[in-house]
Each structure stands twice: as structure tokens, then as C-alpha cells.
């Protein structure tokens, strides 16, 4: 009688392999699993790109509403202090202009008490990028105080929102205009709009103009203001206007000069890339932090020059 074998010692059962795969080798099997993963590495590559690209669409964007809202009027403020000690000292000197001026160069200061406006420094042009200084002059008309009709626009939610109040205004409240000529008084009398332009036979008056909307606007509030007393001299010879001077225009030559600061954007950010590949990368970060911040800043300006000039 033969007696049954016995197992060695230590030495465990192995389960038998599933049907089918008895005669594929472990390696084998190894090698099909990498083969699936490696199948889907091409498509999670191409979720994450589209997902940083997606990312950095919506950090752009949301920069852009942050220098819309919060850095433009700093730089507004900035420009009209600015402004402000440059047309002081003309007045104080007397050589203030009086007639046709260069494109953003302060004409006139604006007291509106009624809806907080004090000191404004007016510059000359009403194109978008005059209006990103402050309230803007429309060139081809006369100057506050002089004879005839001085027209002012004004933004009503970026660059220090000069105008954003301009419609509590009330018949009777009083606008105080200083240029090279003196200082003028004018009382509200009228109001207008986009569809309903000021009526008014006054000789003697100013027009201020600003956007119906503190989001994006579709048409203009306008308040008129007759001169109290008599006007200065108007010496005449104004330029004609641009097309960008008109309300609600933008400005479109901005569109080539915001493609040139967006490619060197571009560039600097390649450069940064690359250089932190071969150098220390904090120290690549904060050497070329600067330059990506000021044509960050170039690039938000100029596309904020496409927009209304109004807004």
C-alpha cells in the first residue's frame, strides 16, 4: 500500500490561475495592464491641459475686473494729483490755456458739491484713453466760461468714476468751473438723454455727459447747467473732433498696440519658464516678477481702452 505524499513543509498552496489565462505568464499579464494605463495617460494629459488652460482663462479674466474696479482708480488718482500741482501752477503763472490744448493736457478745474466732486482736474479729448485721466473736454467746443457751449464727459464706474453720481443731480444745484479765465458759476436747468438730447436756446451753458449704466453702458445721461454772468472771450479755432471723441465709442486703435504688450506678456512668460528650468526658481520668480507685473498692467490698460468711453 502506497502511502500519500506528503507536502513539504513551508511550502503554500497556490491557487490555480483563472480559466483562460493558465498559459499567460505573469509578465505577460504585467505588461497588458501597463499597455491599458499607458492608453489612458494621453487623454488625463489632455484634461489637465485643458483644465490650466481654463484656469488661467479665468485668473486673466478676473485680474482684468479687479484693474477695472480697484487699480484704474488708482491710477486716476494718481494722474490727478498729478495734474492737479501741473494746472495750479499754470494758473498761478497765467499761462493756464485759454484756447485749443494738446490731447490730455489739463484745461479746467470741477466743483460739484452736490455729488461730491471737488477739484476735479478736466483734461482735454474725450477719447478713452483721455478719460482715463479724469473728466475729459470734448475738443471742437468752447470752454467752461467762455462763450458758448462747453461740453464735459465723464466716466461713470472706472478710472475714479468721476461722473458716477451725475444723475442726482437736481435743478438749481450749483457747478463751479475754474480755467485760465477765471472762475464760472453754473446752475442745472435741464436734463437729457441718448434719445432725448437737451433743448435749451441758452448761449451760455454747459453739458456734462456720462453712461446710463455702471455696468456696461448702452446709452448717455446728460445734465445741462446755464453760465451765471457774463462769458469770457471764446479765441475759436477748436479741432474737429475724432471718432473716438464721440459718447460710447471705443477706442480702436488700442487693438494693435494691446497685441504687441500681449505677445512680449507671452514672452516674458516663456522667459520666466525657461529660466527657472535652468536657475534657482524662486530666484527666476522674483526677478522677472516685476516685468510680467508691468505688461500684465499694459495689457488690462489697453484692453480697457476697447471699451466705452463712458464706462
Known amino acids: 500500500m502506497t502511502a500519500p505524499a506528503l507536502e513539504k513543509p513551508g511550502a503554500a498552496a497556490q491557487p490555480a490561475p483563472p480559466a483562460g489565462e493558465a498559459a499567460q505568464p505573469a509578465s505577460a499579464r504585467e505588461r497588458g495592464a501597463a499597455g ?37 482708480h488708482l491710477q486716476e488718482r494718481h494722474f490727478q494729483s498729478t495734474a492737479h500741482k501741473t494746472f495750479r ?33 478736466v483734461v482735454e479729448g474725450t477719447t478713452g484713453r483721455d478719460l482715463m485721466r479724469g473728466p475729459g473736454h470734448r475738443r471742437d467746443t468752447a470752454l467752461p466760461g467762455q462763450s458758448g457751449v462747453a461740453v464735459v464727459f465723464g466716466r461713470g464706474a472706472t478710472f475714479g468714476a468721476p461722473f458716477a453720481e ?3 443731480l437736481r435743478v438749481g444745484d450749483r457747478i463751479e468751473a475754474t480755467t485760465g479765465q477765471g472762475r464760472f458759476t453754473y446752475t442745472v ?21 456720462t453712461g446710463d449704466s ?16 457774463e462769458p469770457e472771450v471764446n479765441p475759436g479755432g477748436r479741432p474737429a473732433t475724432v471718432p473716438y471723441d464721440k459718447a460710447l465709442a471705443a477706442d480702436k486703435g488700442a487693438l494693435a498696440t494691446l497685441q504687441l504688450w500681449t505677445l512680449g506678456l507671452l514672452g516674458a512668460v516663456v522667459a520666466v519658464t525657461v529660466l527657472a528650468r535652468i536657475w534657482h526658481r524662486s530666484a527666476a520668480y522674483l526677478s522677472l516678477a516685476p516685468v510680467v507685473g508691468a505688461l500684465l498692467w499694459a495689457v488690462y490698460e489697453n484692453a480697457a481702452a476697447l471699451l466705452p468711453n463712458l464706462y
Open 36 to 72: 491599458r494605463r499607458t492608453a489612458g495617460a494621453p487623454g488625463r494629459r489632455r484634461f489637465l491641459q485643458a483644465a490650466w488652460a481654463v484656469s488661467l482663462l479665468a485668473a486673466l479674466i478676473t485680474g482684468f475686473v479687479g484693474y477695472l474696479f480697484t487699480l484704474s
Open 89 to 121: 501752477d499754470q494758473l498761478a503763472r497765467a499761462v493756464a490755456p485759454t484756447g485749443a490744448a494738446g490731447d490730455g493736457d489739463p484745461v479746467a478745474l470741477l466743483d460739484i458739491p452736490a455729488i461730491g466732486l471737488h477739484q476735479a482736474v
Open 166 to 168: 451725475l444723475a442726482k
Open 189 to 209: 436747468n435741464v436734463y437729457g438723454d441718448g434719445d432725448h438730447p437737451i433743448s435749451d436756446p441758452a448761449r451760455n451753458r454747459l453739458v456734462l455727459v
Open 214 to 229: 455702471d455696468w456696461i453702458p448702452g446709452s448717455t445721461v446728460t445734465v445741462g447747467a446755464r453760465l451765471e454772468g
